[in-house]
C-alpha cells in the first residue's frame, strides 16, 4: 500500500531523513515509535502528501506522489487519507457537526451535501457523538475532541488514516475507547479494499499491539519485535 | 473548493473578523470617496476650461497681423502698408495646408457709438472691426443679417463675453438689470464715425451712422461693434487710408496638425502670428497636470488604506495560521486558500469603493451647492464644480478591487503554501 524509496528530507539546513525506505505491503495497524523530534510527524506528512521529499519516491496506493500536482495531491489528502492529531486542531468557533464537515467543503467529488449530511449521521452514531453536534469543542472532554476528529478524518472515507499520537492528551480511559475505535475501522469487514491504520506513539503499550511495528530512530526505520 | 463552499467560509471569516473589516472598509471607504471627489473636481475643470475657454478658440486657426511700427516707443497697430492685401490672401490661399483665409479689417479713425438702454441713453468710444461675414457670422442664427446692404442700418455684431462681464460684474454692483441676448438683438444704436470723446480725425467731418444690433458672437472683438468688413473698407476710405489693406488675415488650416508649420513659415515672411493651438495646448497641457495632481493626492488616500489592508491581512494570515495548516491536511489546495482570502479582499475592495464612490458623489452635490451659492457672482462663474464620469467611477470601483486584490497577494500566497507541519505540531 505504500512504498518509501530512497527518501531524503531535511527543514532547511536540519536533516531529518536520510535514505529512508520502507514498504507496506497489506493493510495492517502499523505503529510507529521514536523519541521526540527524531521526525515522526515530518514522516506523515510525507506520506499524508503534506510535505515533499528532496529526492526519493513517495507511492501511495500505486501513486508517486511526487509527481502530482497541488490540486491532486489536495484531493488525495481530501479523500484517500485522514489525518487525526494529538491537539485535535478542532476549529473553536465551529461547532462540532461543522467541524466534522470541514471536508466535504474541499471535496472535488460531484457528491452533494445530502451524501456528506448522511455520512455525517452515521459516523457521529458509530462514535457516540450524535448528542453534541451542535456543541463548540471547548465544551467537549478531550475524548469527546478526539471522536470528532476522527469523524472529520473519515468523513469521506479515506482508506488510510495517519495519526499523530491521537491518545497523547487523553486519560487512560479515554485512549481505551479512542484505541478501538481506531482498531475496529481498521478492522472493518464492509470496507471493500483493506485500510491501513498508521499511527504514531509514545506509548509501548499501544505500539505493542499493532500489526507491525515501526521505530524512527537516526538510523533510520526498522521493524521492532514484541 | 465549490462555490457554495468558498461563500461559507468567506461569510464566517466576515462574521469572525467583523472588527477589523470594518477598519478596512472604512479606510477604503474614505480614500475612494475623497478619490473620486478629486477626480470629478478635475474633471470639473476640465470640462469648464473646455466650454468656456477651449471652445472659444478653435485651433485650426491662424491669425496673421502686421508687425507694429514701433516709433520712438509709441507703437502704431495701423493698417498702412501692412502688406496684408488682396495678393496676400491669393498667396496663402494657394498653399495646400490652408483650407480657407478670412480677412478683416480695424476701423482706423475714432469711433464712439451711443445707443438708448432702458430709458437713457448710454455711450461709449468703441473700436469697430469689419469681419468677412463668413468668418464671423456662418453657423450664427443672425448669419442672414451679418451683411453689406448700403442704405440699411449697420448690422451689429457685440461681444458675448462683454455681456456675461456686464451681467456678472457691472450689473449686479450697480443695480442695473441683467440682461439676456434676447433683450439687446434688434435694438438701435447709432455710430459717431470719425470722432470720440478724445479726438477727432483730422481733415475729415465725422459722420453718423444707423446701426442695428444683430447678434452675439464670442469672436467679436469684446469693447467694441463688429460689422461686416465692407463698411469698414468703405469708411477707411473715406477716411483717407489709401490701400486697400486688412488688418488681419485668419487662415484656416485643413488640419490642426499643420498649425506649427504654417505659423513658423509665415513669422519668418516678418508678420506677426498668432495662434490658439499653443494657448490651448498649454491649457489642456494644465488641466491635465491639475487633474493629474487631484488623481495623484486621492491615489495617495487609496495607497494608504491600502497598507492598512496589507497590515491587517498580515494580522489575520498570522492568527490562522494552525487554520490553513489544517485546511490543507484536510484537503484545501494552495489555490483554494488563495481564492479564499482573495474573495474576501476582493468583497472588501468592492464594498468599500461603492460605498465610497455614493458617498464621494453625495458629498460633492452638497459642497457644489453651497460653495457656488457662498461664491459671489463673476464673469464666467461656472454653474458646476464637478464633473461625473460613470466610467471614472467603474474604473475606481474595479481598479480598488485589482489593488486590494493584489496588494495583499504575497501575504496570501505565503500563508498558502507555507509548510503545515509547522503550524500542526
Ligand atoms: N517546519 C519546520 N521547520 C523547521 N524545522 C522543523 C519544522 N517542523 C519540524 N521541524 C524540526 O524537525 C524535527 C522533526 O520534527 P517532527 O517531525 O515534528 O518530530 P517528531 O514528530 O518526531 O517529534 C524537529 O527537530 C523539529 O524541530
Ligand atoms: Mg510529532
Known sequence: MIELKGINFSYSANRIFSNLNLEIKESCICSLVGRSGIGKSTFLYLIGGLL???????VVLGKNLDKENDISLSNYRNTTVGFIFQHFHLIDTLTVKENILIPHLFSRKAAGK??????????????????????????????????????????NNPQILLADEPTGNLDSDSTEKILNILHAWQKDETSKSGRLLLMVTHDKNIAGKADRKLELSEDGLRDIDG | MDNTSLLYLVKRDFKRERKRFI?????????????????????GIRSYVIEKILSRLPSNQIIVRSKPLDLMGVSF?????????????????????????????????????????????????AIIVGYDSEYLASGQDWEDKFKYEPGKPVPVVASS?????YNEAFASANNLPRLTEKDIIGRELFLDLGKNSLRRAEDYSPLNVK???????????????????????????????KDNNYSALILE??????????????????????????????????????????????????????INLVNIFRLIVNERKREVALFRSLGASIKDIISLFVLESALLGLAGSIAGILSGLVFSLIAQKYLLAALPSFPFKPLYLFTF???????????????????????????ASSDPAKHLG
Not at chain 2, 467603474?394 to 496570501?412: E, Q, R
Open chain 1, 52 to 58: 515533499k521529499p528532496e529526492s526519493g519516491e513517495v
Open chain 1, 114 to 155: 445530502e451524501a456528506a449530511l448522511e455520512r455525517l449521521d452515521m459516523l457521529v452514531r458509530e462514535l457516540k457523538i450524535e448528542d453534541l453536534v451542535d456543541r463548540y469543542p471547548d465544551s467537549l472532554s478531550g475524548g469527546e475532541r478526539q471522536r470528532t476528529a476522527i469523524a472529520r478524518a473519515l468523513l
Open chain 2, 23 to 43: 477598519g478596512a472598509l472604512w479606510s477604503i471607504f474614505i480614500a475612494t470617496s475623497l478619490l473620486f471627489l478629486l477626480l470629478s473636481l478635475g474633471l
Open chain 2, 77 to 125: 497697430s495701423s493698417s498702412k502698408s501692412s502688406g496684408l492685401n488682396n495678393n496676400k490672401v491669393k498667396e496663402y490661399e494657394s498653399w495646400k495646408e490652408i483650407k480657407k483665409v478670412y480677412k478683416q479689417a480695424d476701423a482706423a479713425f475714432p469711433v464712439h457709438v451711443y445707443g438708448k438702454l432702458i430709458k437713457s441713453y448710454y455711450g461709449s468710444d
Open chain 2, 161 to 165: 463675453t462683454l455681456l456675461e462681464i
Open chain 2, 211 to 241: 446701426g442695428v444690433i444683430i447678434g452675439f458672437s464670442n469672436i467679436s472683438t469684446i469693447f467694441g461693434a463688429s460689422v461686416p468688413l465692407e463698411y469698414v473698407l468703405k469708411w477707411n476710405k473715406m477716411f483717407g487710408m
Open chain 2, 253 to 306: 488650416v485643413t488640419k490642426p496638425e499643420y498649425v506649427d508649420e504654417v505659423v513658423s513659415r509665415i513669422k519668418d515672411t516678418g508678420y506677426r502670428v498668432e495662434s490658439n493651438l499653443e494657448l490651448s495646448r498649454r491649457l489642456t497641457t494644465l488641466t491635465r497636470v491639475m487633474i493629474g495632481i487631484l488623481l495623484i493626492l486621492g491615489l495617495l488616500f487609496l495607497f494608504l488604506s491600502l
Open chain 2, 389 to 415: 464620469s460613470p466610467l471614472a467611477a467603474l474604473l475606481i470601483i474595479a481598479g480598488t478591487i485589482v489593488l486590494c486584490v493584489i496588494s495583499p497577494f504575497s501575504i496570501f500566497v505565503k500563508s
